[in-house]
C-alpha cells in the first residue's frame, strides 16, 4: 500500500481520540491503522508531544 502523507495526520487523529488503536490487541472489531501507517503515525504522534 502506498503511503498518502495527507492520511497521518487523519490517523493521528483517530488514535488520539482512542477510537483506532495503532497496534492491534487481537480484540474481536477493533479498528486499527494499516500496517504501513503505523510508524509515521507513531512519529507524527511523538512530535506533537513535544
Known amino acids: 500500500?502506498?503511503?498518502k502523507p495527507y492520511m497521518i495526520p487523519?490517523?493521528?487523529l483517530l488514535v488520539?481520540?482512542?477510537g483506532w488503536l495503532i497496534e492491534p490487541t487481537g480484540a474481536e472489531g477493533?479498528?486499527?491503522v494499516p500496517e504501513d501507517y503505523r510508524l509515521p503515525v507513531a512519529e507524527y504522534l511523538a512530535a506533537q508531544v513535544a
Open 16 to 18: 488520539k481520540s482512542g
Open 30 to 32: 477493533e479498528k486499527v
Open 1 to 3: 500500500m502506498m503511503v
Open 10 to 12: 487523519v490517523y493521528g
